[in-house]
Each structure stands twice: as C-alpha cells, then as structure tokens.
C-alpha cells in the first residue's frame, strides 16, 4: 500500500477515529488508546512542535518597520515573497516529516500486529502441543493400566485354575481313600459271614455226627 499526504490530515481541529500511542511495555512497544481528555493535549502540543508563538518584540519591530514603509518608501515585494516561499518550504517540510512520522507509526504499528499475531500463532501450537502431548499421555497411561488389569486378571485366573486343580486333586485322593475305606470294610464283612458261615456249617456237621452216633447207639 503506498503512502501518500492524501491519507493524512494536518488540521488539529478534525478528530476522526481514536486515537493510539506507542508506549514502552513489558512485552516491548505496545500501542495504547488514549482517552479523550488525553488527545487534546497531545494535539496542542503537536501545534505547539508545529509552530513557535509569535514574539511581540519582533512583531511590534515588524509593524514599525511597515509604517516606516508605508511613509518613506512601498515595500520590498521581492522580500515578502522570499519569506512566503520559506513558509512554505517550511511547511513541506514540517508536512514531510509528519507523513514520514505517521507512515513510521503504521509501519511499526503493522510490525507489532504481525508479531502479535506471531505470538498468539505460537502460542496456540504450543498449546496444541502441551495438549496432544498430555492427551499422548493419557493414552499411554490408559494403556497401562489395562495391561496391568489384563495382567492381574490373568494372575487371578491362573490363580483360580491352581486352586480347582488342587481341589480336584484333593477330592480325588479323598474319594479313592472313601473307596479304599468302603473295600476293606465290605471284605472284613465278607470275612466276617465266610467265617459264620463256616462256624455254623462246622456245628451242623457235629450235630449230624452226634446224631448218627445216637442213633447207632440205640440199635445195639
């Protein structure tokens, strides 16, 4: 964009817009809004840096310089001209260093914009970063913790599977042992009827003996 005396204004009576000053910050020049009973001070003392007051001892010389004119002589044309084109020689240049102070202000206005920006630019990744670095973390915690679940769930199950294999096993010996018990008190019962079976049989046949004895005893 090019910078000319079209896109200022000179005149201290027109105030469009608000008004900004380069001020010293703790993050370096920063531009600060002025308050409107700021801005009329600043711009008296722009008209102030603009021109000087004028002096009465030099402006009384001056008229009695022209009344001495007036009755002696006309005036010096060629000099009043001079000193209107060193007005306004002094004018442009007064013009020139105000376009190039403001044009210095909007450069170095854009410059704090753009690093402004800059900063809010990386500021922002930075939190992206801390916040996909923590959400990173999180997973990985996440992850963690299920595999010291899955770990802890696999203990409890080899656990479990240790605890009903030994019970089994030990129902198993305690079954056999019932088993064993149960075997040898049906053949101490089988032993016991084989030997009353026996005991009876031996009585029976002293009774058939007695008696067959008896009886060859009564027939002589």
Request: charged share 40%; proline share 3%.
């Amino acid at each position: 964009m090019d910078i000319s005396r079209d896109n200022f204004s000179f005149s201290a009576k027109i105030r469009v817009g608000d008004f900004y000053e380069a001020r010293d910050g703790p993050q370096g020049m920063q531009w600060c809004l002025l308050k409107e009973e700021d801005i009329i001070p600043r711009i008296r003392s722009m008209e102030g840096r603009r021109g000087r007051p004028p002096n009465p001892d030099r402006q009384r010389a001056r008229e009695e310089s022209r009344m001495r004119r007036r009755k002696g002589r006309p005036p010096n044309v060629g000099s009043a001209e001079f000193l209107d084109n060193t007005d306004a020689k002094l004018l442009r240049k007064l013009q020139a260093q105000e376009i190039a102070r403001q044009a210095a202000q909007i450069k170095l206005l854009r410059k704090l914009q753009k690093q402004e920006q800059a900063r809010v630019a990386k500021e922002a990744k930075k939190q992206q970063a801390i916040m996909a670095a923590e959400e990173k973390r999180k997973q990985k915690e996440q992850i963690k913790i299920m595999k010291q679940q899955e770990k802890i769930k696999r203990i409890q199950q080899i656990r479990m599977e240790k605890e009903l294999r030994a019970q089994q096993i030990l129902e198993a010996k305690k079954k056999k042992k019932e088993e064993a018990a149960n075997a040898k008190l049906l053949e101490a019962e089988k032993r016991i009827k084989e030997r009353e079976r026996r005991r009876q049989h031996t009585m029976l046949m002293k009774a058939m003996e007695a008696r067959k004895k008896a009886e060859v005893s009564g027939c002589f």
